[in-house]
């Protein structure tokens, strides 16, 4: 039972290009959310998404940055014209319906974003 | 807006001793509260939670107190172990708003053999 794959787990990016982060949450989980840690901070909350929806964003930079989760495929954490402060480690992590009350998460490795 | 806080940024303990891991919140509507451990190059993972409606819970080594009138929560492992040595995250959840899950900055724990 595989669980919830990041790829890439690293990703280097010049100011100005794109970088595309993605996350297969584990089997049976329809929630996905994003996180992102920056060098000696914790877990700053992104985004949560379920299939073909946005359910709350409220943690995502107004310009640059996108996610979706569609209804086939992995979730897509999309960052635009890259710029060095978004270096930094982005974690995605799935659950279950049925946890989604309590909280309970289960995180992917995580994709290290390097902005040179 | 850090609506839940870790002070200590790490924490240094003898093997077979107690640690104890504090967290504060400042959001009376959470339902839930976790705990999540991480070691470097890896994602955090589940360690223990409990509701708000509980004071405590316990699993093993691992035992959560919750005071709510003080909005306070502890994390006490005992014995610890060197294994145990890693960045812990406390966290905390509200049913309203979309589940989202809120996380303190972490207390990087080491335990000395």
């Known amino acids: 039972n595989a669980g919830v794959m990041q790829n890439p787990r690293h990703l280097v990016r010049r100011r100005g290009q794109e970088a595309r982060l993605r996350c297969s949450p584990m089997?049976?989980?329809?929630?996905v959310y994003w996180y992102r840690q920056l060098p000696e901070e914790g877990l700053k909350f992104m985004v949560y998404?379920?299939?073909?929806?946005?359910?709350?964003e409220s943690g995502m930079p107004k310009e640059r940055f996108s996610a979706e989760f569609p209804k086939e495929g992995p979730s897509i954490l999309r960052i635009q014209q890259v710029v060095r402060g978004d270096s930094a480690a982005y974690f995605c992590?799935?659950?279950?319906?049925?946890?989604?009350?309590?909280?309970?998460?289960?995180f992917g490795e995580g994709s290290r974003l390097t902005v040179l | 807006d850090q609506q839940v806080k870790q002070n200590s940024p790490s924490l240094s303990v003898q093997e077979g001793r107690i640690s104890i891991l504090n967290c504060d919140y400042t959001?009376?509507?959470?339902?839930?509260f976790l705990w999540y451990k991480k070691y470097p190059a890896e994602g955090p993972t589940f360690l223990i939670s409990i509701s708000s409606i509980k004071d405590k819970n316990e699993d093993g080594r691992f035992t959560v107190f919750l005071n709510k009138s003080a909005k306070h929560l502890s994390l006490h492992i005992v014995p610890s172990q060197p294994g145990d040595s890693a960045v812990y995250f406390c966290?905390?959840?509200?049913?309203?708003?979309?589940?989202?899950?809120?996380f303190g900055a972490g207390t990087r724990l080491f335990v000395k053999a």
């Open positions: 089997k049976g989980h329809s929630h």
């Open positions: 998404l379920q299939k073909e929806n946005i359910i709350d």
């Open positions: 992590a799935s659950s279950p319906r049925s946890s989604g009350l309590t909280g309970e998460l289960f």
């Open positions: 959001n009376s509507m959470f339902d839930y």
């Open positions: 966290a905390a959840t509200s049913g309203t708003g979309g589940f989202k899950t809120i």
